[in-house]
């Protein structure tokens, strides 16, 4: 029987989901069943490390001992109950002027007889396996982040379960804000995609969300908050992703610089915002980043199933030989779209249809009526 090798990786931000594809990617290939009718006895190697993986050879400086090793069903049998990658991730891009390595992946590639990759990530990850696809190397993508910002696919893996602890955590915050009476401003990750605070925020029924779609009035967020006290409400509860900015200005960063893939590092709106409103209304504020907590913890169980739809789905693709694609969701279907297409433009909030502009909130009209009539 014909013999062929996969490599899988994991890149990027780590996340929930992501050991449920590999463990799936691993009981899928190796399935003896399914090898019979495809004549193909496949082994998966798992790359530490994302990219980096297949830059630094063992042993090097900076290589780890062990960057490739062969994965068993057995080794993955309970990977999917846990949170992280047990493949280990980086944000390095071999596509970076300041790293220019890809011709080091590729030997490696060959090196270590690759004869397919399966890219676990979010656009940095999977425009570099993209590239890749480019030169040749014949490889599939996953997608995962916990941004949501992907094109071409309705869901990316970690999402779910982040906003799982958006809301867990706001349960947590509203009984301390209301014994208080005081305003908290709760700042999601995202980057320059609104998903997560929106969702969240809808989710745990914030009173204000503010996201990078649609730059906010500082006024109008004050008169929000007069009026919810007006009404009587002891507490409110706003949502700001990292991204946010009042208008006029731009996003607040954490740190200057830049990663490998030249991203500004986001971060400390919540805290800026909260001062402000202090000042503005006289009630006390406090700011609270929930930061990487959103990435961490155990898998919800629409993370687990997803991951291994997209574990499933990936295989098939490598056994079709249909490369250069990314497995997808789309209206409620695994299917697969082209690396190109995901990478190609960020999936942003639609602000028309999605987003109220006055109350700085989720949307209050799903079903779009024009005189009375459901269009
Ligand atoms: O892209 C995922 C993400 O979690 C963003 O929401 C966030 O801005 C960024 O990664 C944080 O990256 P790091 O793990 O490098 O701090």
């Not at 990936?314 to 056994?319: E, H, K, R, Y």
Request: aromatic share 8%; hydrophobic share 35%.
């Amino acid at each position: 029987m014909e013999k062929r090798r996969i490599g899988v990786l994991t890149g990027g931000g780590d996340c929930a989901g992501l050991n449920s594809a590999i463990k799936w990617v691993v009981k899928t290939a190796l399935d003896d069943r399914l090898q019979k009718t495809r004549r193909i006895e496949y082994e998966v190697v798992g790359i530490r490390d994302g990219w980096k993986g297949l830059v630094l050879p063992e042993g090097e400086k900076g290589g780890s001992a062990l960057r490739i090793g062969t994965l068993t069903e057995e080794m993955v049998r309970t990977w999917d109950r846990y949170g992280g990658t047990m493949l280990g991730t980086s944000r390095t891009n071999p596509y970076d002027p300041k790293n220019l390595c890809s011709e080091t992946v590729l030997e490696n590639i060959e090196r270590f007889h690759l004869d397919s990759l399966i890219a676990i990530g979010g656009e940095d990850t999977l425009g570099v396996a993209h590239k890749l696809y480019l030169e040749g190397v014949k490889v599939v993508g996953i997608p995962k982040t916990i941004d949501k910002d992907l094109s071409g696919t309705d869901y990316t893996l970690g999402f779910e379960t982040a906003v799982n602890v958006i809301t867990e955590e706001i349960d947590r915050l509203r009984t301390t804000a209301g014994s208080h009476q005081r305003i908290f401003v709760v700042e999601t990750m995202g980057r320059h995609a609104g998903w997560l605070a929106l969702e969240g925020g809808e989710s745990s029924g914030a009173y204000i969300i503010l996201i990078p779609e649609y730059p906010f009035e500082i006024h109008q967020v004050n008169e929000l908050l007069m009026e919810g006290r007006r009404k009587g409400a002891r507490y409110e509860i706003i949502v700001v992703a990292e991204g946010a900015k009042p208008s006029g200005y731009t996003e607040v960063v954490k740190e200057e610089g830049i990663d490998g893939f030249g991203h500004k590092i986001l971060g400390g709106i919540g805290e800026f915002l909260s001062k402000w409103i202090s000042q503005l209304t006289n009630i006390e504020t406090r700011s609270i980043t929930l930061s990487h907590l959103q990435r961490g913890g155990v898998p919800c169980a629409y993370d687990r199933r997803m991951g291994r739809y997209f574990g499933v789905a990936a295989v098939d693709l490598t056994v079709q030989e249909d490369f250069g694609k990314m497995v997808s969701y789309r209206n409620g279907r695994i299917t697969a779209v082209p690396l190109r297409e995901a990478i190609s433009k960020l999936n942003l909030v639609e602000v028309q249809t999605q987003y109220d502009t006055e109350r700085y909130n989720g949307r209050r009209t799903i079903i779009p009526t024009i005189h009375g009539l459901v269009i």
